[in-house]
């Protein structure tokens, strides 16, 4: 979304990263301007996905360059309000799919009944708006809520990568020859 929105053009967020960027306009900007239906709200299950929610906001961003009469890549006037839209249908996405999943693992005793803890890691976890809707919900079902600190919310890949380095080094789960591994590739 930052990207489609040029957010690197836009003189507050020309050196943040595309979801800090959207977090910082979002602050300032009106959430109920622009109103994006929560995806896949016809499924009652813990599964996320983002790509119906990215072809509605393209489709409102193009309506908008249109109604303004802006060039894709120009900054629209009304950035700020697409911003809270867009971070406000993410956090609610988000916290609605958790909770289903909390429910889930309290009511088949999957986590203990007193005790649980709620962890959240990697970037969506530096966003203060969603971390916030998160420890409102961890809170409201007596969840402990565990966050490492923002600057430590980053990529869950470098994360996973890290993690392979750390267990290569130690030499845990890790194959020291592919041979006899069958496989392939899609």
Avoid at 65 to 92: F, M, N, P, T
Avoid at 94 to 115: D, E, G, H
Wanted: hydrophobic fraction near 40%; glycine fraction near 8%.
């Amino acid at each position: 979304v930052a990207r489609r929105l040029s957010l690197r053009k836009h003189p507050e967020c020309c050196s943040m990263a595309g979801g800090k960027a959207i977090e910082h306009l979002a602050e300032t900007g009106s959430r109920e301007q622009l109103v994006f239906p929560l995806p896949m709200n016809q499924y009652r299950n813990c599964s996320f996905s983002f790509s119906g929610l990215l072809n509605l906001v393209n489709n409102a961003i193009a309506q908008k360059e249109k109604e303004e009469g802006v060039q894709e890549g120009e900054i629209l006037s009304c950035v700020k309000d697409v911003a809270a839209a867009v971070q406000h249908a993410v956090a609610v996405h988000i916290i609605q799919r958790t909770y289903r999943a909390m429910l889930f693992c309290t009511k088949n005793s999957i986590l203990p009944s007193k005790n649980a803890t709620l962890v959240v890691s990697g970037g969506v976890a530096s966003n203060q708006y969603i971390r916030k809707g998160l420890q409102n919900l961890a809170d409201a079902n007596d969840f402990a809520l565990l966050c490492p600190p923002p600057r430590l919310c980053t990529d869950n890949g470098v994360m996973i990568a890290w993690n392979g380095i750390e267990r290569l080094r130690a030499g845990l789960g890790v194959l020291q020859s592919p041979d006899g591994i069958r496989y392939e590739p899609k």
